[in-house]
Nanobody, 124 residues
């Protein structure tokens, strides 16, 4: 059973940056693709970014491409999401996810484990 714990959320102003982190435990970190998703009030959960099990490929949602960067630290079993030039439209609860996923990393149903989420609020 993989446990995921997110951190790093908060209240920032438009144009600011934040770095989210997700600590994984209880499994072999390198076996899993890792993803970030977000959900705003009244909206469906949205794909943000993902990274393959070997770190060889990264994927981004269209709304964050060029502003967000996903990375993983195998030594610490962590995955990070660097978010730059934030806008109010980025306000949401951000979730970390892990799954034995080779393809379709944008699909929430492919992930087996989820964190509890961390709130990101961007004021204008």
């Amino acid at each position: 059973q993989v446990r995921l714990v997110e951190s790093g959320g908060g209240l920032v102003q438009a144009g600011d940056s934040l770095r989210l982190s997700c600590a994984a435990s209880g499994g072999t970190f390198s076996n899993y693709a890792m993803g970030w998703f977000r959900q705003a009030p009244g909206k469906e959960r949205e794909f943000v970014a993902a990274i393959r099990w070997n770190g060889g490929n990264t994927f981004y949602g269209d709304s964050v491409k060029g502003r967000f960067t996903i990375s993983r630290d195998y030594a610490k079993s962590m995955v990070h999401l660097q978010m730059n030039n934030l806008s109010p439209e980025d306000t949401a609860v951000y979730y970390c996810a892990a799954g034995r996923v080779l393809f379709q990393l944008r699909d929430t149903s492919k992930y087996n484990y989820w964190g509890q989420g961390t709130q990101v609020t961007v004021s204008s």
